[in-house]
């Protein structure tokens, strides 16, 4: 599904990821765990082509990312929901519409959204907010329509860069339950990035975890 075949970035003199090889299976939920400076910002951009390798292979179902055009590389992140630590929701869209926008934007039917943002807001289970405004959830609530929002397009992978970092104790805890029964529900690939080694290995199927753009150890 996703493979990292001896990859290296180099920032000029900067070192983003040294020699790393990884293969995140398709359906698998892996665990990319290192402090800052690790390189996980920069193994996920790679994978969304938002920057290129210095060296090696990188291939996203199938397809070789470093030699790909310009043109492809929409289709490449269609396939690939985010879900960012601080939500990034709009504003100005109730919860319905937030959700509701991800799919208009790919150009899917009327009659389709309308089945599916209450079958997803039911899934993260926000459907009662569905008609507030963001500053009218709580945290825990804002990250329920950031996930659905990722999930409504149908990606094959599903990207989570530090999602619960913004909730208290309680509530991540909760949450991270929550992921675990979606990522078994969705049948979907999730690649969790974390500093937090604790939580990685309460959750973790696979954890890979990175030190200073090299891995250091990966496994169940
Ligand atoms: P993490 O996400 O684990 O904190 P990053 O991938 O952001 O790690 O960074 C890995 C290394 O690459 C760090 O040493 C960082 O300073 C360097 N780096 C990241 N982005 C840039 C950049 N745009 N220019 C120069 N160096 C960078």
Same mark, same amino acid.
């Given at each position: ?5 001896? $990859? +290296? ?5 900067? !070192? ?7 293969? =995140?299976?398709?359906? %698998? #939920? ?34 070789? $990312? +470093? ?5 492809? !590389? ?7 929901? =985010?879900?960012?630590? %601080? #939500? ?17 934007i790919i150009h899917q039917p009327k009659k389709l959204i309308k089945k599916y943002v209450p079958q997803v807001l039911s899934m993260v289970g926000i459907a009662s907010k ?91």
């Amino acid at each position: 599904m996703i493979v990292f075949d001896n $990859v +290296t970035k180099y920032y000029k003199s900067n !070192v983003g990821l040294e020699k790393v090889s990884v293969r =995140i299976n398709k359906g %698998d #939920f892996v665990f990319l765990v290192g402090p800052s400076g690790a390189g996980k910002s920069t193994f996920i951009k790679l994978i969304l082509k938002e920057i290129d390798a210095t060296s090696g292979s990188i291939k996203v179902r199938g397809r070789e $990312v +470093t030699t790909m055009s310009n043109r492809q !590389v929409p289709i490449l992140r269609r396939n690939i929901g =985010i879900v960012f630590q %601080d #939500f990034r929701l709009l504003p100005k869209k109730t919860v319905y519409e937030n959700v509701a926008f991800a799919m208009e934007i790919i150009h899917q039917p009327k009659k389709l959204i309308k089945k599916y943002v209450p079958q997803v807001l039911s899934m993260v289970g926000i459907a009662s907010k569905a008609n507030k405004y963001p500053d009218e959830l709580s945290a825990g609530e804002q990250q329920r329509v950031a996930i659905a929002r990722a999930v409504i397009q149908q990606p094959k992978v599903l990207l989570l860069d530090e999602p619960l970092g913004a909730l208290d104790l309680k509530l991540r805890k909760e949450m991270q339950v929550e992921l675990k029964n979606l990522h078994e529900t969705l049948n979907m690939t999730f690649i969790y990035v974390t500093h937090d080694q604790e939580e990685a290995l309460t959750m973790s199927d696979t954890v890979v975890v990175m030190n200073q753009g090299e891995i250091l150890q990966q496994g169940t």
